[in-house]
């Protein structure tokens, strides 16, 4: 089962209006995510994206600095 999480940024006049992620944990040797799952928090049934934890962590850069 994947655990679906959201920014504590996401609440407010318009909290509806995010993205949630799940990470996907490879377990051996040591605990590190495999696969970084994505989906519209209003359409949790809907659509999701699923990217390697390098092009997540860049995206986040990327994010951050506009």
Same mark, same amino acid.
């Given at each position: !089962? #994947?655990? *679906? %999480?959201?920014?504590?940024?996401? $609440?407010? $006049? +318009?909290?509806?209006?995010?993205? +949630?992620? /799940?990470?996907? *944990?490879? !377990? /051996?040797? =040591?605990? =590190?995510? /495999? =696969? #970084? &799952? #994505?989906?519209?928090?209003?359409? $949790?049934?809907?659509?999701?994206?699923?990217? @390697?934890?390098? /092009? *997540? =962590? +860049? %995206?986040?850069?990327? @994010? @951050?600095? &506009?």
């Amino acid at each position: !089962m #994947i655990r *679906w %999480f959201k920014s504590s940024y996401s $609440s407010g $006049s +318009e909290g509806d209006s995010c993205v +949630e992620v /799940a990470l996907h *944990w490879d !377990m /051996a040797p =040591t605990p =590190t995510p /495999a =696969t #970084i &799952h #994505i989906r519209d928090s209003k359409q $949790s049934d809907g659509p999701r994206l699923h990217v @390697a934890p390098g /092009a *997540w =962590t +860049e %995206f986040l850069g990327y @994010a @951050a600095g &506009h």
